[in-house]
């Protein structure tokens, strides 16, 4: 089966950085994306890493390493708009995405 | 491109009755997914369509949900007969393909209530 392992809940203040982690246990793997979905709306794309290293998008990066099977989110610079939950998400089939269950992520003043 | 487009944005319907949520994808993205979404069970991926064809159904959860997709430009989630525990967020995602392009493109979902 497939499981994604993403903490549930992080808090941190406007300027800080955050880091999200990602555990995955797949039956394939093409690359992790990672969604943000703010409340009441619709999840949309942040960043895709199919290679293992670092990709920077802006304030956002994203980390693969495939031998560990392990991926995270990095927010830079954190804003009050980043509140919001980031989901991790698997390409485990060519292309079928299978989600974690979310970090929902409160940014404080 | 106006994005995915979901119709209804809400429904609210009494256990027994059918449902039937729609999905315009993206023009030009070859697959579809149907996703749903609950605070107990977070996004799950309940079928998805490559070139109208179904290609994995396995995360449909009963013989009540049946999904279709006619042509490139239309999809349809139907749920005969609803039940309160189907109620959900249901989002339909279209993707260009393979590697970079299998960024999902979401519409704005579907909101059901079954009481």
């Known amino acids: 089966g497939q499981s994604l392992e993403q903490p549930s809940e992080v808090t941190a203040v406007e300027g800080a950085i955050v880091q999200i982690n990602c555990t995955y246990q797949?039956?394939?793997?093409?690359?992790l994306s990672w969604y943000q979905q703010h409340d009441g709306g619709a999840p949309t794309f942040l960043s895709y890493?199919?290679?293992?290293g670092l990709e920077e998008t802006g304030r956002f990066s994203s980390f693969l390493s495939r031998s560990d099977s392990y991926g995270y989110l990095l927010l830079q610079e954190l804003q009050m708009k980043d509140s919001a939950s980031y989901f991790c998400?698997?390409?485990?089939?060519?292309?079928?995405?299978?989600f974690g269950g979310g970090t929902r992520l409160m940014v404080k003043p | 491109d106006a994005g995915v487009i979901q119709s209804p944005r809400h429904e609210v319907t009494e256990m027994g009755q059918e449902v039937t949520l729609r999905c315009k994808p993206i023009?030009?993205?070859?697959?579809l997914f149907w996703y749903r979404q609950t605070m107990m069970r977070g996004l799950e991926l309940l079928i998805y369509?490559?070139?109208?064809?179904?290609?994995?159904d396995s995360g449909m959860p009963e013989d009540r949900f049946s999904a279709k997709m006619p042509n490139a430009s239309f999809s349809t989630l139907k749920i005969q007969p609803s039940e309160p525990r189907d109620s959900a967020v249901y989002f339909c995602a279209s993707s260009l393909g393979l590697g970079k392009n299998t960024e999902a493109f979401f519409g704005q979902g579907t909101r059901l209530t079954v009481v």
């Open positions: 890493n199919g290679l293992d």
């Open positions: 369509f490559n070139n109208n064809v179904p290609i994995d």
């Open positions: 797949t039956s394939g793997f093409y690359g």
């Open positions: 998400a698997v390409d485990n089939a060519g292309n079928m995405l299978t």
């Open positions: 023009s030009g993205h070859d697959y």
